[in-house]
């Protein structure tokens, strides 16, 4: 997964390197979908920017349930809430603050 941003700035990151995917924004804003890694870096993707590629490829995710996915993103409001986690994720992800 790469996002190009309009400053040149580049998010990636691969599939398999995905352990958990959040979901959240301002509620005055497009709602974000955040796939973080082990260390927790990550790729954001504004659900305006999704496709059915993108949602695709997130149903080959372990259990991954795009229903829970389309609920937190119709709810969403300022804080983000976890949709999805590996089973067995290797360490545990660090809290983050989003603005």
């Keep these: 997964m ?5 400053d040149g700035s580049v998010e990636a990151l691969a599939w ?11 509620a005055d ?3 974000l979908i955040v796939l973080l890694d082990r260390e927790g870096e ?4 504004p659900r305006s920017a999704t496709d059915a590629t993108f949602l695709a490829r997130l149903r080959y995710l372990p259990d ?14 300022d804080g983000y809430v976890v ?3 590996s ?11 989003y603005d």
């Design 2 to 6: 790469t996002r190009h941003y309009a």
């Design 16 to 26: 398999e390197d995905v352990v958990e995917v959040r979901v959240g924004g301002a």
């Design 83 to 85: 949709v999805w986690r």
């Design 87 to 97: 089973p067995e994720p290797p360490s545990p992800l660090p809290d983050l603050e």
């Design 42 to 45: 990550g790729c954001v993707v």
């Design 64 to 77: 991954f349930d795009l229903d829970r996915l389309s609920t937190a993103a119709e709810t969403a409001n």
């Design 29 to 31: 804003a497009d709602v």
